[in-house]
Structure formats: C-alpha cells, structure tokens
C-alpha cells in the first residue's frame, strides 16, 4: 500500500485521472439534452465519449510506461533482484485505480444532475454499461503502458493518442455490426431512442476484449525480450476469437435495442385516460391536465377519442394498428428531464382530428385540417413553426389558407360547422381526399 501511495503521487496516473473527469463532465454538460431523459441514457452517453476519454487513457498509459526510459534507470533496475512483475503491479494498479474512479466520477456527475427527475432505474444494466466502461479505460491504460515501455519515445504517447480516436472511431462504423459490437467501446452507445439500450451479451464480448487488451499490455510491461513480446500477442487473438463467439448476430440486439420495461405504458389511475413510458413517468402530472383538455376539444366530435397515449415506436418499427378511442402523441424532455414544449401538446392532440397515422393512408389537406383543428380549439390557426419541436419552415401561404377555412367556419351556425368539421374527419378515416369540405365545394 506504501508502494501505491507513492505510485499515486508521482505517477501519471493522478494526472490522467483528472484530465478524464474534466474532459468527461465537461462533455457531459455540454450536451445535457442528450441523456437527461434517464439513467441508461446516461450510461450510452458516457460510454460514447469514449471516443475521447478511451485515447487520452492510451496515451497517459504511453506516457507512463517511459518513465524508467525518461528517468535513465532501465539499466539500475535490471541489476536488481526484486522481478520486474512486482515492480510493475503498483503502476499498474495505479493507473487503472484512478482511471476507473475517474470514469465514476463522470457518471457520477451526471446522476446528480437526473437523480431527483428520473424514476425509472434499470440498475443491472445501468452498472453493467458502467462497468464495461469502467474496465475499458483500464484496457486502454495498461494497453498504452505496456507500449510505451517497448517504444519509450517521446512522440509514442501523442501518436497513440491519435491513433486511439482513428481506431475507436473506424472499430465502430466500419466492420460487420456484430464486430465493431465485440471490440468498440462505442458501438451502439449513440442515443437514437429513449428506450436505447445495450444487450448484455454485447457487454460480456467487449469486457471479453478489453481484459484481452489489459493483460497484453501488462505482457509487454514485464517483457524482457522479444520472445516474451511476441506471446503478449496471444492474449488478444484468443480474446478476439472469445468476444466475437459470445457477441449475437441479431441486428435488433445490436442496432439501438429497446427495453421493454422503460417501454412499458404508465397510465392514470382516472379517467380520462393519459399513458406515457415508464421511462418518462416523471412528466405524467405535467402532461395529464393539457392531455385532457386536448380530448375535451376532440369530445365535440361524435365518437371522439377518450385516451392519450405516448407513441413508444422507434426508428424502423412497422406501424402498429391504429388503437380505437386512442390519440398518440410523441413526448420529449428537456435538459431538466421535464415536458419540453407543453404549448404544443393541446394542438398536437387536435392537430390530426383524433385520426391515427397507420402509416398506409394519408390523404390529407393540411390547410383543410389545421382549420378544422383550430375551430375545435377556439383559436385562429397559426403557423406550425416554433410551436411543433423540429419544425423549422412552411410554405406561408398554407396558414393563410388555413385561416381563410377558418374565418369561414366561424361565419356559419355552430351546427353545420361542426358538421362540416366531422366530415373532414371522417373522410381522413376514409383514406379520402377532405379538400373542399370546410367551403361546401367538395370534389
């Protein structure tokens, strides 16, 4: 422990530790959007900036491992009885001490920041995701410092470091999806969803090859010859042939999977009826009450819907039969994990006239629809630019039209506008073109 100690405060390891935590948090902060919505998304996160942190651990692995070669000891040390194993373990367990309390600390930072707005802890794969970074930069460290022995030039650390990102990077995006999953650390950690998350199977193949990566860099830091060089190789043949066994094939368990249970629906225990993931339980009491009052503007319909779910498809998914009675809407969170843009959940939910998009049939007039929409909501109809997230730009004269349709309707007895305004919806149910409906010139 002396030894440690000692190791702790005249190493790199220190050092590395803090560029990692300042490099990982301040990445992490920079984009809290992209993970505020849970726990897991943190983890896929982190895991992602190992992009960054995963070469700067190389690297500080290179810059440790010249030491005896900076210091001019090589020789002294190789005249003394104690064995080049034991000299080494201390460094080595300092570096990967400090690099993995630093790539907690950067978890942890980030758990701070969603612990009080998250309710849905998949904790198992939450550690699991964790650990498997955690044991990376340890992979990478020891990597980086058995190398830097064997080349103990001052240019070996940067271009390790270089070499590092090109790696990581080309090691996710270039081989068969079930390779890059078994040996890079950031393969399938980019946020696509926000039931994203990374099977357990592809976890073990990766931990596989990064303890493959730790024991030949710690080889090629006890090596005395070329011999003993040449065999730390072994370690990483056996543990590509390992990780690429245990890692799946199945595209849907490597691509962006879902789990289920964040997935799962959580609803109102009243009526009317409002559902959201469990995922995003936490913005249930925000979302109820402009739920229902969407659903009361829809009630003027006859056989208007009585229920608001959250749409939980993801990217490629078949679109599922349309649910009766039922209004899908999507749901997004802001960098505090709340209901982001609640003005737009009241319109979004009239928007479409309580019609579901199957996905097959959409024959549809938006300035027909929006008029009719903002009847039911009481209001002249506006511009879907900065009220629907993601929509930048519209041909203007759609909403002049729409507000043309609807200046109309308010002309007419509230009956027959009515009348007119279920015929719209009707014929959206229909697959039918509505243009024409609203002025009583129908084609």
Same mark, same amino acid.
């Given at each position: ?19 990692? +935590? #300042?490099? $990982? *948090? &301040? =990445? @992490? ?5 992209? !993970? ?7 983890? /896929? ?82 550690? +699991? #995701?964790? $650990? *498997? &970074? =955690? @044991? ?5 460290? !020891? ?7 064997? /080349? ?83 370690? #990483? ?207």
């Amino acid at each position: 422990m002396n030894v440690l100690r000692v190791e702790l405060r005249r190493s790199a390891a220190l050092g590395a530790a803090l560029i990692t +935590v #300042v490099v $990982g *948090v &301040g =990445a @992490l902060y920079v984009a809290v959007d992209r !993970w505020s919505s849970g726990w897991m998304a943190l983890a /896929l996160t982190t895991r992602e900036y190992l992009l960054l942190l995963w070469p700067l651990a190389l690297a500080a692995g290179a810059w440790q491992g010249r030491r005896e070669h900076r210091a001019k000891v090589g020789e002294l040390f190789a005249t003394t009885a104690r064995p080049r194993v034991a000299r080494m373990l201390p460094m080595l367990g300092a570096m990967a001490l400090t690099l993995a309390i630093a790539y907690l600390l950067v978890t942890a930072a980030g758990i701070a920041w969603i612990i009080t707005t998250t309710r849905y802890v998949p904790l198992l794969s939450f550690a +699991v #995701v964790t $650990g *498997v &970074g =955690a @044991l990376s930069l340890i992979g990478a460290a !020891w990597l980086g410092l058995g190398i830097g022995r064997m /080349l103990p030039a001052l240019v070996t650390a940067p271009a390790l470091g270089v070499a590092g990102v090109l790696l990581v990077f080309f090691s996710a995006i270039r081989p068969a999806d079930w390779v890059a999953a078994a040996i890079s650390p950031v393969h399938g950690t980019a946020m696509f969803h926000d039931y994203q998350t990374i099977d357990h199977r592809v976890s073990g193949a990766l931990a596989i090859w990064m303890v493959a990566l730790a024991v030949t860099g710690l080889l090629l830091s006890v090596a005395g010859g070329w011999r003993t060089r040449t065999a730390a190789l072994v370690p #990483v043949v056996l543990g590509f042939v390992a990780a690429t066994a245990v890692v799946p094939r199945d595209r849907d368990l490597l691509t962006w999977p879902v789990d289920p249970v964040a997935r799962e629906l959580v609803c109102t225990e009243d009526t009317p009826t409002v559902c959201v993931s469990r995922i995003h339980a936490n913005v249930l009491e925000t979302l109820t009450p402009l739920a229902r009052e969407g659903l009361t503007k829809l009630a003027k319909l006859p056989d208007a819907p009585t229920a608001v779910h959250e749409d939980t498809r993801t990217i490629g998914e078949i679109w599922p039969a349309a649910q009766s009675g039922v209004v899908t809407i999507d749901i997004r969170t802001g960098r505090r994990g709340q209901l982001a843009y609640p003005a737009a959940v009241v319109p979004g939910i009239v928007s479409a006239l309580g019609v579901a998009y199957d996905g097959e049939c959409r024959n549809g007039d938006a300035a027909v629809e929006r008029a009719a929409a903002y009847w039911l909501l009481g209001r002249e109809p506006q511009s879907d630019v900065g009220l629907v997230p993601g929509m930048i730009s519209e041909d203007p004269e759609l909403n002049a039209e729409a507000v043309t349709l609807w200046q109309g309707l308010r002309e007419l007895p509230d009956d027959e506008a009515l009348a007119r305004v279920t015929a719209v919806r009707d014929a959206l149910v229909a697959c039918q073109d509505p243009a024409g409906l609203l002025s009583g010139s129908a084609r």
